[in-house]
């Protein structure tokens, strides 16, 4: 390792980084702006600036950006020569120019990257007299706010937007002191993941728009560490939460997982917390249909009585946590328990669990995934799927350009030159799907084909890679190109509804036989593979417990709306046999509608559990405040049905520590849950670590409306987290931080302070625990694709998820809902001209029985005979994927906007948010 010299202070740095990196790796303060961790150095707002000396007797020595220059044995530089400190206050002094001085008004104040680094270097004055250049800010959507006039031309955004994440509709316009920042015309930034421009711009440029609706300052935020529910990627977040409410979410950096970056769902998907449509009582449903609101203790006996000796089953779900789930399956029994998913997706689920745990491939994390030259995705349309998958495959495909960089002798972070010299090269990447996907504008080869026709393309490859001889060119070059990679990933998933897809894509990763060899699968809930490492112990599908109903006394639903798992006239027959339907859960759906007794869950942001990601990794939740109302965490609601029913096991249980050690006892699968986060006992400096800033204000005020007296902070009997500002958040595990500052850094940009190296892990070490090994003994699967018959103008179903829309609970989120837009039906060019229609127009789709009119969304790419549907739509719910439809003009379709989903009403309406004013 060399060592450097700064101010005379030895320091021995890594070979190829640069001095910027190296001071912050040191702790040292070197302020930048246009620098990024995850993006490299360009160099272009010279706010590093050092001296660097020749030698020991030089003391001129000459100004050098520290993030340009490369690190050499015995290199002296000098952050405090007065020339060093001068030129970087009058770098800020020229920023600060055509500033506004809005700091007080500004979304960014007190968390803004140029308000500490305007300090850091000195800056106070102004000195300049004349006017300031100023802007008109543009509609960006319903996520995005723009306030061009605070831009600092700092070029992170554009770098951001269409280097990084592949955006196309957002960069610089004009030069010099025109320069703008913005689309060529108003409208919805078209990428997903528009958001991180929050966290990525230094000022105040781009803010989170529906934060702006409900504002509070960051140090008034109460933060805690969570997971992302909308997907199984299982993204860290932070939630921030003011006056009972989510305020927004922030990217929560896992070195392993989503590094510094989420998608718009993940940070802007949380809005349906904060809804009306929330339940905060219990109810018991009358004989008019209408519900009664009740106390916990009513509730709870009733439900008890309707339980205790009784023939009773329970229904999990793929989105309710790991320990809640556990305890309902020893509640009813692993005979009378269903997991919660669909059959279909629990069979694929199930099926890719016990793939990874045999198969010879690698199971990846997504950081992992960036470094594969070679990418095979079966089936996925992995934007929509696993969104920040899709972003990790966009900085995979440029391998090829830092292999190109390292023959040259280019250090990786010089971003602008490694570009330059790589032009368009691209790493393959080949695109196996039914129709367009997200990540086709860096395909190599985007092939289209039905769901059993890429079954059988997979299994060609599978051939051609085991020496078979095939005549079809796009099977022959993709063999070749795996052969010939040293990092191959191959991408599946359970989206398209077919096993055959799920299968060849293990055959090809098997054939490939090398053992850096990748293979990962996407599933569909966050949750998801957690529910199926509970299953492997025991349990039984939902066509059994449908089945049996008639049989049953009582039925406990856990967070699952069941109309989103089976057929509608399936589910009505269940809620309609006459047993006892007792129903958890978050928000209003037709499931709780149809049950006779609601029991309110608490939100994420206000419980506590594990999740299981897609790649097998374990993770805790934290509540972000306590429960509003009479809401109960689920496990706390089932906790409390077992004592009172006398369960023996379960009455022993007393707390989640409790439950976590018990569940892993039961579960060998699971038996790492106990180390996933430490226990409830854990102390930092001998304090809970603090969900609240130290400059957390107004703790009297918030609840000056009820009284002028400041109430007792709430009490967290259940984690080491405390609802105080008193503490340290410091020193602790990552799993424990509930966000990031550090003296002088108050801005996102304080998170390297928490790194034991510049884009490295947390020095609290990676949060949770991989459930998943492989006996890499090998998967064997054996299957051929089912063909099917077309008649005469029918089309085969294919399901097209939408990252907006697609989720249960965050398109409740009325940002989210206007983004989806209508329910769709999605077909090729010459399909459009064949019915005559356009984009826009209602097609009525028909499925035996099933006929529902959609909207026209006219792709550039789709399989022959083959149709795409949105999937999880209201308007869709009925459809089956893998089915054969007709298609006809919908000659009554009307052009309206759609109405937010958010705004629907069920029998649930008058006990969601004030109790109905009525207790039994």
């Not at 009582?554 to 129903?583: C, F, H, P, T």
């Not at 790649?615 to 409390?640: D, I, M, N, T």
């Amino acid at each position: 390792m060399p060592t450097i010299y700064i101010d005379g202070q030895a320091i021995e740095v890594k070979q190829g980084e640069n001095v910027l990196e190296a001071c912050l790796n040191a702790g040292m303060d070197l302020p930048y702006f246009c620098w990024h961790p995850s993006m490299g150095s360009i160099g272009s707002c010279r706010q590093c600036a050092l001296v660097q000396y020749q030698n020991e007797e030089d003391t001129q020595g000459r100004i050098i950006m520290g993030c340009m220059t490369p690190v050499s044995e015995g290199a002296r530089f000098s952050l405090k020569a007065e020339n060093a400190t001068e030129f970087r206050e009058a770098v800020v002094e020229s920023l600060m120019l055509n500033h506004p001085h809005d700091c007080p008004v500004c979304a960014e104040g007190g968390e803004c990257h140029l308000q500490d680094m305007t300090v850091m270097v000195g800056h106070r004055d102004r000195r300049y007299t004349g006017k300031k250049n100023t802007h008109r800010n543009q509609y960006l959507g319903p996520l995005i706010h723009h306030e061009m006039n605070r831009c600092i031309a700092c070029y992170r955004c554009e770098r951001y937007y269409k280097d990084y994440a592949g955006g196309k509709d957002l960069g610089a316009q004009a030069s010099h002191d025109h320069v703008y920042f913005g689309r060529h015309e108003e409208g919805i930034l078209e990428s997903e993941f528009s958001g991180n421009l929050v966290e990525v711009c230094p000022t105040g440029v781009f803010t989170d728009k529906p934060f702006l609706k409900q504002y509070s300052r960051k140090w008034d935020l109460q933060s805690a560490p969570s997971i992302c529910h909308g997907c199984a990627v299982g993204c860290n977040i932070a939630p921030g939460e003011r006056y009972g409410k989510v305020k927004r979410v922030h990217n929560r950096y896992h070195d392993e997982v989503n590094g510094y970056f989420i998608c718009d769902r993940g940070r802007f998907g949380s809005g349906y917390l904060n809804s009306k449509l929330r339940l905060d009582y219990s109810g018991i449903k009358k004989s008019d249909g209408s519900f009664l609101a009740v106390h916990q203790k009513q509730a709870l006996e009733t439900a008890a009585s309707w339980i205790s000796g009784k023939k009773v089953a329970g229904i999990g779900s793929p989105r309710a946590s790991l320990e809640a789930n556990y305890l309902l399956r020893e509640m009813v029994g692993k005979n009378n328990f269903s997991a919660g998913s669909s059959d279909l997706e629990a069979t694929l689920v199930g099926s890719i669990l016990s793939i990874l745990q045999t198969t010879t491939a690698v199971n990846p994390s997504i950081k992992k995934m960036e470094t594969a030259d070679a990418v095979l995705i079966l089936g996925e349309d992995v934007t929509n799927t696993a969104p920040r998958v899709a972003l990790a495959l966009r900085q995979a495909v440029r391998n090829k350009a830092f292999e190109l960089a390292e023959q040259m002798g280019l250090p990786l972070w010089q971003d602008a030159a490694v570009r330059n010299l790589a032009q368009d090269n691209l790493s393959p990447l080949i695109i196996v799907s039914a129709m367009d996907t997200r990540l086709d504008d860096i395909s190599s080869n985007s092939i289209s084909l039905a769901p059993h026709e890429i079954a059988t393309f997979g299994r060609a490859v599978a051939g051609a890679l085991n020496g078979e001889k095939t005549d079809d060119p796009d099977v022959i070059s993709t063999a070749e190109i795996l052969k010939n990679a040293k990092n191959p990933l191959i991408i599946s998933g359970s989206s398209m509804g077919s096993q055959d897809v799920i299968n060849s894509a293990v055959e090809v990763a098997e054939a490939i036989s090398k053992p850096e060899t990748m293979l990962s699968f996407c599933v569909s809930e966050c949750n998801s593979m957690g529910s199926a490492l509970l299953a492997q112990d025991g349990g039984v599908s939902l066509a059994d417990i449908i089945k049996r109903a008639p049989k049953l006394d009582a039925l406990i639903v856990l967070e699952n709306d069941l109309y989103r798992r089976g057929k509608r006239s399936e589910i009505d027959q269940l809620l309609d046999s006459g047993i006892k339907i007792i129903s958890l859960d978050v928000y209003e759906n037709r499931t709780l509608d149809g049950s006779h007794l609601v029991l309110p869950a608490a939100s994420y942001a206000e419980s506590q559990g594990t999740l299981v990601s897609s790649e097998g990794r374990a993770q805790r939740f934290y509540p972000v405040h306590s429960p509003s109302h009479e809401r109960l965490q689920s496990w706390e609601w089932l906790l409390e049905l077992a004592k009172l029913t006398g369960n023996k096991k379960l009455s022993k249980l007393e707390n989640l520590d409790d439950v976590v050690s018990t569940c892993a006892k039961d579960n060998l699968a699971l038996k790492k849950i106990v180390d996933v986060a430490p226990k409830n006992s854990y102390r930092s400096s001998g304090s809970k670590v603090p969900r609240q800033t130290h400059r957390f204000s107004g703790r009297t005020a918030i609840h000056s409306d009820v009284s002028v007296h400041e109430p007792q902070q709430p009490k967290d009997h259940d984690s080491p987290l405390s609802y105080s500002m008193e503490g340290l958040n410091r020193d602790q595990p990552a799993s424990l931080t509930p966000f990031v500052w550090s003296p002088g850094w108050n801005s996102n940009q304080s998170l390297q302070k928490f790194q034991s190296e510049v884009d490295g892990p947390l020095k609290g070490g990676s949060s949770g625990v991989r459930l998943i090994a492989s006996s890499s003994k090998g998967s064997k699967v054996f299957s051929e694709s089912e063909e099917f018959e077309l008649k005469a103008h029918q089309w085969h179903l294919v399901p097209a998820h939408q990252i907006f829309g697609s989720d249960e609970l965050s398109a409740h989120t009325e940002e989210m809902a206007e983004l989806a837009g209508r329910g769709f039906i999605a077909i090729g060019q010459k399909v459009a001209e064949k019915l005559g229609v356009k984009q826009g127009d209602g097609l009525l789709v028909q499925h035996g029985d099933v006929r529902c009119s959609l909207e026209v969304k006219v792709l550039s790419r789709v399989a022959k005979n083959c149709v795409g549907y949105s999937v999880g739509y209201e308007e869709t719910q009925e459809l089956t994927p893998g089915c054969l439809v007709s298609l006809q003009v919908d000659k009554d379709w009307r052009r309206t906007s759609p109405e937010v989903i958010a705004s629907d009403k069920t029998a649930l309406g008058h006990i969601a948010s004030d109790g109905g004013g009525a207790y039994g």
